[in-house]
């Protein structure tokens, strides 16, 4: 996505480096995560339909509803991703890992499902990855 260092990423001060968060990140997210996630899945045969677990950077509150609507995920779906923005925050895009973590502890797996993980990160970049659960609880 083009023009975007604006959205997202740093800018070296006199003090070191300073965060750069624009409040246009939740409208980014839910006009290019669609087309874009759409986009990945088809290139695996698949659609959001086949995705059991959601598990994404969460960013914010309202970064978590613009991937909820956007994608039409399910309340359910995004559970990892409130509960450790609740407890730990925004810790940028590593807090993906964080979810997962959070994801691989609850057990709500069974063997086969498939999750689809996504980060953002610095000049409004976007990484996924698709896995499948092979243990469950």
């Known amino acids: 996505m083009g023009d975007t260092l604006d959205i997202m990423g740093w800018k ?3 003090k070191g480096l300073k965060v750069v968060f624009s409040r246009s990140i939740p409208a980014v997210v839910a006009s290019a995560a669609r087309p874009a996630i ?28 613009a991937y909820r609507d956007a994608l039409g995920i399910e309340e ?29 502890d609850s057990n ?16 409004f970049s976007s990484e996924a990855f698709l896995g499948r659960c092979e243990n469950g609880g």
């Open 12 to 14: 070296i001060v006199e």
């Open 38 to 65: 759409l986009d990945f899945l088809h290139r695996h045969g698949l659609g959001p339909a086949d995705i059991a677990h959601f598990l994404a950077h969460p960013g914010g509150q309202k970064v978590i509803e």
């Open 76 to 104: 359910d779906k995004l559970d990892s991703m409130k509960q450790v923005l609740g407890k730990f925050g925004n810790m940028s895009s590593a807090t993906v890992c964080f979810v997962l973590r959070h994801f691989l």
């Open 108 to 123: 709500r797996f069974r063997p086969g499902e498939l999750i689809l993980s996504t980060a953002l990160g610095p000049g």
